[in-house]
């Protein structure tokens, strides 16, 4: 079996601590930072986000490693300039409006092109990268895959609050995310070339420049050799982000073992997952998605056991049957967006979730 390599990147929050609000760092802990972690930090469109990847990781092992020591780092750098560090699909009550946005040609182009949608775009995302063997199979494996992006995005949501509001969503980051252009779950590609043949189109037609802005929940990039992950809102915890990027590891590398076996994973029409990519940026895990072969309502908790099994023959190849076995946790204590929702039925500050988004993004790392 391949290596099927990891990479991770994830989106934070720079909180001021004593009024819990985003407040912009004037990329200070980007320069601080690329001094220690180089490429390994950047600033994004907001200068209240920042954004940290790993090196490539050979297995999940080296991939908690990395991600521990890159939220370590990034804390560190934030404390000081007297900031701290959240990681939450969205902050729960400061407006995009009052956000300063990072002067760069690239984001001056996309804000002269989409406007207040790109302005708005005040979210945090997980994004992860599986290397493949070669784009044909790539393109085979994120057919498959694609299925099961609802059950790994249930488990990600952690963003019920924008703007001072509980939405009644447990993500409302893709929601917010929508209004982009070529967003969501991709359609069914039959070959490498054929997904090709659509970035170039776009690309002659002026729509894009590159690859890089196809948004979509899962692709392959442009210029690596991986499936890129990114329906997930960013977790707040270290254990949670290498639970979600383990079972991602794990499925590209099951539908992988199918193909070598000359066995396939039915695919679904984007249609139908969508409903599922609905009901779990609606519910979570606390809802049901629908299980399209047997044409019924399932309770999630229920499929992300079934999903536990489907993988079950590669985790032990991979090294990784502890890290997904973590979703068992998740299942138990609640995502993010759960945990959130607790503490402002507790105590109705939203100041207080934005503390406690704080301590969690911390935890187990200091």
Same mark, same amino acid.
Request: hydrophobic letters at 40%; proline letters at 3%.
């Given at each position: 079996?391949?290596?099927?390599?990891?990479?991770?990147?994830?989106?934070?929050?720079?909180?001021?601590?004593?009024?819990?609000? $985003?407040?912009?760092?004037?990329?200070?802990?980007?320069?601080?930072?690329?001094?220690?972690?180089?490429?390994?930090?950047?600033?994004?469109?907001?200068?209240?986000? #920042?954004?940290?990847?790993?090196?490539?990781?050979? &297995?999940?092992?080296?991939?908690?490693?990395?991600?521990?020591? $890159?939220?370590?780092?990034?804390?560190?750098?934030?404390?000081?300039?007297?900031?701290?560090?959240?990681?939450?699909?969205?902050?729960?009550?400061?407006?995009?409006?009052?956000?300063?946005?990072?002067?760069?040609? *690239?984001?001056?182009?996309?804000?002269?092109?989409?406007?207040?949608?790109?302005?708005?775009?005040?979210?945090?995302?997980?994004?992860?990268?599986?290397?493949?063997?070669?784009?044909?199979?790539?393109?085979?494996?994120?057919?498959?895959?694609?299925?099961?992006?609802?059950?790994?995005?249930?488990?990600?949501?952690?963003?019920?609050?924008?703007?001072?509001? &509980?939405?009644?969503?447990?993500?409302?980051?893709?929601?917010?995310?929508?209004?982009?252009? *070529?967003?969501?779950?991709?359609?069914?590609?039959?070959?490498?070339?054929?997904?090709?043949?659509?970035?170039?189109?776009?690309?002659?037609?002026?729509?894009?420049?590159?690859?890089?802005?196809?948004?979509?929940?899962?692709?392959?990039?442009?210029?690596?050799?991986?499936?890129?992950?990114?329906?997930?809102? #960013?977790?707040? *915890?270290?254990?949670?982000?290498?639970?979600?990027?383990?079972?991602?590891?794990?499925? #590209?590398?099951?539908?992988?073992?199918?193909?070598?076996?000359?066995?396939?994973?039915?695919?679904?029409?984007?249609?139908?997952? &969508?409903? &599922?990519?609905? *009901?779990?940026?609606?519910?979570?895990?606390?809802?049901?998605?629908?299980?399209?072969?047997?044409?019924?309502?399932?309770?999630?908790?229920?499929?992300?056991?079934?999903? $536990?099994?489907?993988?079950?023959? #590669?985790?032990?190849?991979?090294?990784?049957?502890?890290?997904?076995?973590?979703?068992?946790?998740?299942?138990?204590?609640?995502?993010?967006?759960?945990?959130? $929702?607790?503490?402002?039925?507790?105590?109705?500050?939203?100041?207080?979730?934005?503390?406690?988004?704080?301590?969690?993004?911390?935890?187990?790392?200091?």
């Amino acid at each position: 079996m391949p290596v099927f390599t990891l990479g991770i990147e994830e989106e934070f929050q720079t909180i001021d601590p004593a009024t819990g609000e $985003l407040r912009s760092h004037m990329s200070k802990i980007v320069d601080g930072g690329q001094i220690v972690l180089q490429e390994r930090v950047k600033a994004e469109m907001h200068q209240a986000v #920042v954004e940290v990847g790993t090196n490539i990781c050979n &297995n999940i092992q080296d991939a908690r490693q990395e991600v521990t020591y $890159l939220r370590k780092m990034i804390i560190e750098l934030a404390e000081k300039q007297n900031l701290k560090i959240a990681a939450a699909g969205t902050h729960p009550f400061s407006d995009w409006q009052e956000q300063l946005i990072t002067p760069n040609e *690239r984001y001056d182009r996309l804000i002269d092109e989409l406007r207040d949608v790109a302005r708005s775009n005040l979210i945090f995302g997980l994004h992860v990268h599986v290397g493949i063997e070669n784009r044909n199979e790539g393109v085979q494996i994120m057919n498959a895959v694609r299925y099961f992006l609802p059950h790994i995005y249930a488990l990600s949501t952690n963003s019920p609050f924008w703007r001072g509001r &509980n939405t009644g969503f447990k993500s409302y980051r893709s929601k917010v995310f929508d209004k982009f252009p *070529r967003t969501g779950i991709p359609d069914f590609f039959s070959s490498a070339a054929e997904y090709d043949e659509y970035i170039n189109l776009l690309v002659k037609t002026g729509c894009i420049d590159n690859g890089k802005k196809i948004w979509w929940d899962i692709r392959l990039h442009p210029f690596f050799d991986t499936i890129e992950f990114r329906i997930c809102d #960013v977790p707040m *915890r270290v254990d949670e982000t290498i639970c979600l990027a383990a079972i991602m590891q794990a499925l #590209v590398a099951k539908i992988y073992k199918l193909h070598q076996q000359n066995l396939n994973f039915r695919p679904y029409r984007r249609i139908l997952i &969508n409903e &599922n990519k609905w *009901r779990a940026a609606r519910y979570g895990i606390e809802g049901k998605l629908i299980d399209f072969g047997k044409q019924i309502e399932v309770p999630t908790h229920e499929l992300i056991h079934e999903l $536990l099994n489907f993988i079950d023959d #590669v985790v032990d190849e991979l090294g990784s049957r502890s890290e997904c076995e973590y979703v068992l946790k998740i299942l138990e204590m609640g995502t993010g967006a759960d945990r959130q $929702l607790a503490v402002f039925q507790q105590t109705n500050d939203l100041k207080q979730v934005v503390n406690y988004i704080v301590e969690e993004t911390s935890f187990g790392i200091i």
